[in-house]
């Protein structure tokens, strides 16, 4: 089992910044895929952002490249989401989970379906 506990959400204005954080425990391996999703009231959850453990492989939702940056630190099994510019329609819930699967290298998936775990949450809001 991997247990995923996300950290940092909070208030802050349009343009202002944040530094989301998932620590990951339990069986984790290097083979697996980190990602971040956000679901906003009245809305399906959605991708975000992913990476994987063993390689320097990232992925990015269209509406935030440019401006989120995923990283993790494989030493404190920690994934991050560096959130700049933001914009009120970032506002959501934010998730992290982890794909266990083993996918060739280089190979990030996106769907909700493809990922095995999932934290609780961590609020983000952005005001106008």
């Known amino acids: 089992q991997v247990q995923l506990v996300e950290s940092g959400g909070g208030l802050v204005q349009t343009g202002g910044s944040l530094r989301l954080s998932c620590a990951a425990s339990?069986?984790?391996?290097?083979?697996?895929?980190m990602g971040w999703f956000r679901q906003a009231p009245g809305k399906e959850r959605e991708f975000v952002a992913a990476t994987r453990w063993s390689d320097t492989s990232t992925v990015y939702a269209e509406s935030v490249k440019g401006r989120f940056t995923i990283s993790r630190d494989n030493v404190k099994n920690t994934v991050y989401l560096y959130m700049n510019g933001l914009k009120p329609e970032d506002t959501a819930i934010y998730y992290c989970?982890?794909?266990?699967?083993?996918?060739?290298?280089?190979?990030?998936?996106?769907?909700?379906?493809?990922?095995?775990?999932w934290g609780k949450g961590t609020q983000v809001t952005v005001s106008s």
């Open positions: 989970a982890a794909d266990r699967s083993v996918r060739p290298v280089g190979v990030v998936f996106t769907s909700r379906g493809d990922y095995d775990y």
């Open positions: 339990g069986r984790t391996y290097s083979y697996y895929t």
